[in-house]
């Protein structure tokens, strides 16, 4: 395995010699990262874990590019939603409460252009579910061309011929959602009977289309955590023979978990740090934990910055954990409201959302998410927190 891994990095150097001109010191980090994970090879894609493009693809290749080598300052990751239709109602949907008239087909693709010209490498398609967007296929296809394009989703309407239409499009990670080993739990939050069975069947149908990364995303409750049920659930997760577990506990998004005893606890975190470095190590899954990728100790929070999030209704906001927007797509050039927000959001070394959460409760006026104005206000109050180790290196 380590013969394998050394290879791996070595075709990553071949075919990129250009990273070395981004100096020793990123250079050190980057592998010291890589490190920690097992490079998977899903149907020729190289893939370390479903936050980054595979190794070997033209999108790792812009970000050596674009943001190592000439450090544009545009986003690298972004999100979109293709729709806020769901027949699922998950208790901490952080899309929920917002409304408007869905973005049409021109439109998501306008937005993924631009997107790509600012530099995103990475796009995530959320929802709702994204699976009832009737041109996905051809949004995928067009959106991986330079793009890695990550899928997540409940399962719903799921067909093996639509998950053979979308990796031929270009898809190369997809995260279906499971919360739980236990059917009635996993049902139970996410407010649908049939959920957990939606859920092992399109796992299922996922791995049995080929040339997928394919994974769980999951949602960790605080209860969870608490107890040490983390280790129970990627057992289950084993068992089913996936790629990747894509771990995140619940974030204080809605009114309901606006309680800091929901919220985690540094100790908390640093507990699932060292979960997902021992299952690492042991290689049975990839564990992909977002508070690892986020903490100080590596890229940190990059919401507003480096990652946004373009909903169905085309207001951008700075992650899809965060209810606030800059304005809308339809009314404002996306660059334009991009811009503005990045002015407000350096990069820091924790989680917007769950420090910043009683400014989201104290601003909100019933309405989700909050204006541009109020938005404009609350970061007036915002104390942000130093750069976490990459962006310190990056910025030196």
């Not at 409750?221 to 577990?245: C, H, P, W, Y």
């Not at 771990?247 to 979960?275: G, T, Y």
Request: proline letters at 4%.
């Amino acid at each position: 395995m380590a013969e394998a891994k050394k290879l791996a990095v070595l075709r990553v150097l071949l075919r990129n010699p250009r990273i070395l001109k981004a100096g020793i010191p990123l250079n050190l980090f980057l592998l010291k990262y890589l490190k920690k994970f097992r490079i998977q090879d899903a149907g020729g894609n190289l893939i370390v874990h479903s936050h980054l493009p595979p190794l070997n693809s033209r999108a790792y290749g812009r970000f050596i590019e674009e943001h190592l080598l000439k450090r544009t300052e545009g986003p690298s990751h972004a999100q979109i939603g293709l729709t806020n239709a769901c027949p699922q109602r998950c208790v901490y949907c952080y899309n929920r409460d917002r409304t408007g008239t869905p973005l049409d087909k021109s439109t998501i693709l306008r937005v993924i252009d631009e997107l790509k010209k600012m530099g995103v490498f990475w796009l995530g398609f959320t929802g709702g579910e994204p699976l009832l967007n009737k041109d996905i296929v051809e949004i995928t296809e067009r959106a991986s061309r330079d793009c890695a394009v990550k899928l997540f989703t409940t399962g719903c309407t799921l067909t093996a011929g639509l998950a053979s239409d979308l990796s031929q499009a270009g898809l190369f990670s997809v995260s279906v959602s499971l919360d739980h080993w236990k059917e009635e739990e996993h049902d139970r939050v996410r407010g649908y009977k049939g959920a957990f069975r939606t859920a092992l069947k399109a796992i299922d149908i996922f791995k049995q289309t080929g040339g997928l990364q394919v994974g769980v995303s999951a949602v960790l409750s605080k209860e969870m955590i608490r107890r040490n049920q983390t280790e129970e659930f990627l057992s289950f997760l084993i068992s089913l023979g996936v790629d990747e577990a894509w771990l995140s506990e619940a974030k204080p998004s809605v009114a309901a978990f606006w309680n800091e005893d929901i919220v985690i606890s540094e100790d908390e975190r640093l507990q699932l740090v060292h979960l997902q470095d021992r299952h690492n190590r042991e290689g049975k899954i990839t564990v992909n934990y977002l508070g690892h990728f986020e903490g100080q100790e590596h890229f940190g929070c990059n919401a507003g910055r480096k990652m946004i999030y373009v909903d169905a209704f085309g207001e951008v906001s700075p992650c899809v954990f965060t209810p606030m927007t800059f304005g809308s797509v339809r009314e404002r050039p996306l660059g334009q409201i991009v811009g503005e927000m990045q002015k407000c959001f350096p990069s820091q070394n924790r989680c917007f959302i769950n420090s910043s959460f009683r400014l989201i409760q104290k601003h909100s006026r019933d309405s989700a998410p909050l204006s541009r104005e109020a938005s404009l206000r609350l970061l007036q109050e915002v104390r942000f927190g130093p750069l976490a180790r990459f962006f310190e290196l990056y910025y030196s």
